[in-house]
């Protein structure tokens, strides 16, 4: 279909007769231009290419060096796009280093305090942080607090999951968890962690594996 703006008029090519006549008659039906119809569905188009994804991923890792290997495949993914690179770490950690060489824009608050019975609003004021530095664009984000706290407290690490899972930010939202702290975990929250997440992946050396976890009836053990 191709469109030519002649003054404020749409000339469609590439309808056919039948086409134009539908046009037409739903046009007289609703009492409005087949103009407008035509503009209305362009519209829609435009913003569902335009939509910007709200997507929680979860990362589990096992040593430093994967982790960092899957930084820099990320960032090189990300070059050259309008996604505002960022992310959220303890004080010294070692991603750190690695994200700010690759000018990546750190959202941490200081004094870091993301422990404790005020730890969700700093946590909330960090996120905050992220959004008005990316001035509108959407957000690519890794966010290392939520690793530092599940060292801590999983428990903890679980409310702030479920906060963030109600609200979430536009764009890309990375929360990597250690598998130890994942094999340490009550059974219940890795299922409900797990849930929280549109997709899960395995970050090992420089390869990633994508898990997939349904609930399944138990007949479907003795099926294929």
Request: glycine content about 4%.
């Amino acid at each position: 279909m191709q469109m030519i703006s002649l003054t404020k008029d749409v000339l469609i090519r590439g309808f056919d007769d039948s086409v134009h006549s539908k046009l037409g008659k739903k046009s007289d039906q609703m009492g409005v231009s087949i103009n407008s119809i035509v503009k209305d569905a362009v519209e829609q188009w435009l913003d569902k290419k335009t939509h910007v994804p709200h997507v929680h991923d979860l990362l589990i890792y096992s040593d430093e060096k994967s982790m960092n290997n899957f930084l820099k495949s990320l960032n090189r993914m990300t070059n050259d796009t309008e996604w505002f690179k960022s992310f959220a770490a303890p004080p010294k950690h070692h991603t750190e280093k690695v994200l700010s060489k690759l000018d990546w824009f750190n959202g941490t608050i200081k004094p870091y305090k993301p422990h404790g019975t005020d730890g969700s609003k700093y946590c909330g004021k960090v996120m905050q942080n992220i959004v008005k530095e990316s001035q509108k664009k959407p957000i690519c984000c890794v966010d290392f607090m939520i690793t530092d706290i599940a060292d801590n407290s999983f428990r903890h690490a679980m409310e702030l999951e479920k906060g963030y899972d109600e609200a979430r930010l536009p764009g890309l939202m990375f929360c990597p968890y250690k598998a130890s702290n994942l094999m340490n975990s009550d059974i219940t929250d890795m299922i409900e962690l797990f849930m929280m997440h549109d997709k899960i992946f395995v970050v090992k050396n420089d390869d990633i594996y994508k898990l997939h976890v349904t609930k399944e009836s138990i007949h479907k053990i003795f099926l294929n």
